[in-house]
């Protein structure tokens, strides 16, 4: 069975400190793993994928095998990342969005 | 492209009433998903469906659930003879292909069961 571990409910950080955000899975093959955003108000959209490699908005995230992790960080908060991020993995071939597993959510406040 | 959208945003029924969420993918998305989010739970899948295809409904309850994705039309997410444990968020997603492509989100129907 496929899990994505969210420790943190909420995370609160001020402006300008490191971020980051915890997400532990479970999966016995090889998962893709995502990272949602849902500002207030708004849609759920997607934040980055691993298999992108990318940078969004100065969040990085690395796949971590070894420790099962998939950690969202970035090296300075600024206030409009205040938000609702959601890890979740997908272990069909190719990452569709059928089937993905979602943590529970970590709600992130940037304090001024 | 207005996105995706979904209508209700609130509904609010009686038990062992139905309830009927539906569902406009964006233009051109064949692809549409369902999830479900209970309270202070994460998103958790439901169905996938192509147009006139269930393609996977491994997340759907056996009963009282089912969804369709008609040639013409909304993607339709039906409860029957609902019951207070039904009272969540339901989500929809398309995208314009399985696999390796981005699925957006609408902005969900919040069911609430009295």
């Known amino acids: 069975a496929q899990r994505v571990t969210q420790p943190e409910k909420l995370l609160s950080v001020f402006k300008g400190a490191p971020v980051e955000l915890k997400c532990n899975y479970s999966?016995?093959?090889?998962?893709?793993l995502f990272w949602y955003v849902q500002y207030s108000r708004q849609r759920l959209q997607l934040l980055l994928r691993?298999?992108s490699r990318e940078s969004i908005k100065g969040f990085t995230a690395d796949l971590n095998k070894g420790e099962t992790s998939f950690h969202l960080k970035k090296p300075f908060a600024q206030e409009e990342d205040s938000a609702m991020y959601y890890c979740a993995l997908s272990g069909r071939s190719g990452g569709g969005a059928d089937g993905l597993t979602f943590g529970k959510g970590t709600h992130l406040i940037i304090q001024p | 492209n207005a996105g995706v959208m979904q209508n209700p945003r609130h509904l609010v029924r009686r038990r062992g009433q139905e309830a009927r969420l539906r569902c406009s993918p964006m233009?051109?998305?064949?692809?549409v998903y369902w999830y479900r989010q209970l309270p202070e739970e994460g998103l958790k899948f439901m169905v996938y469906?192509?147009?006139?295809?269930?393609?996977?409904e491994s997340g759907m309850p056996k009963e009282r659930f089912s969804a369709e994705f008609p040639k013409e039309g909304p993607s339709i997410l039906r409860i029957q003879q609902v019951v207070r444990g039904d009272s969540a968020a339901y989500f929809c997603?398309?995208?314009?292909?399985?696999?390796?492509?981005?699925?957006?989100f609408g902005q969900g129907t919040r069911l609430t069961v009295v």
């Open positions: 233009k051109g998305h064949s692809h």
């Open positions: 999966y016995s093959g090889s998962p893709e």
């Open positions: 997603a398309s995208s314009l292909q399985n696999g390796n492509t981005e699925a957006f």
């Open positions: 691993h298999i």
């Open positions: 469906l192509q147009k006139e295809n269930i393609i996977d």
